[in-house]
Nanobody, 117 residues
Framework: QLQLVESGGGLVQPGGSLRLSCAAS????????IGWFRQAPGKEREGVSC????????NYTDSVRGRFAISRDSAKNTVYLQMNSLKPADTAVYYC??????????WGQGTQVTVSS
């Protein structure tokens, strides 16, 4: 069974940091394009970042570029999203998924990130 599980969310003050994890089972992340997405209350889900197979390329939405960093640990079959200089606007449920052609699949259950003082 192909599965992704997110973890690492929590409550953090503005300016703080969190590292989210996306652990895969049933397939190798080395052969997959993995994306991080987020959905805030009352808003549509948006793409945050993605990393290509074998980590050769990364992309970020403008609002997080320079603050977030996506990476892959092949030994742990896990993709990370390091989030620094967090803002209240970053508050959302964060999800990871794998690309299947032009679609996304194997969505995890999400992890809540709350940025508040």
């Amino acid at each position: 069974q192909l599965q992704l599980v997110e973890s690492g969310g929590g409550l953090v003050q503005p300016g703080g940091s969190l590292r989210l994890s996306c652990a895969a089972s049933g397939f190798s992340l080395d052969n997959a394009v993995i994306g991080w997405f987020r959905q805030a209350p009352g808003k549509e889900r948006e793409g945050v970042s993605c990393i290509t197979s074998r980590g050769s390329n990364t992309n970020y939405t403008d609002s997080v570029r320079g603050r977030f960093a996506i990476s892959r640990d092949s030994a742990k079959n896990t993709v990370y999203l390091q989030m620094n200089s967090l803002k209240p606007a970053d508050t959302a449920v964060y999800y990871c998924a794998r690309a299947i052609g032009t679609s996304w699949a194997s969505w995890g259950q999400g992890t809540q990130v709350t940025v508040s003082s």
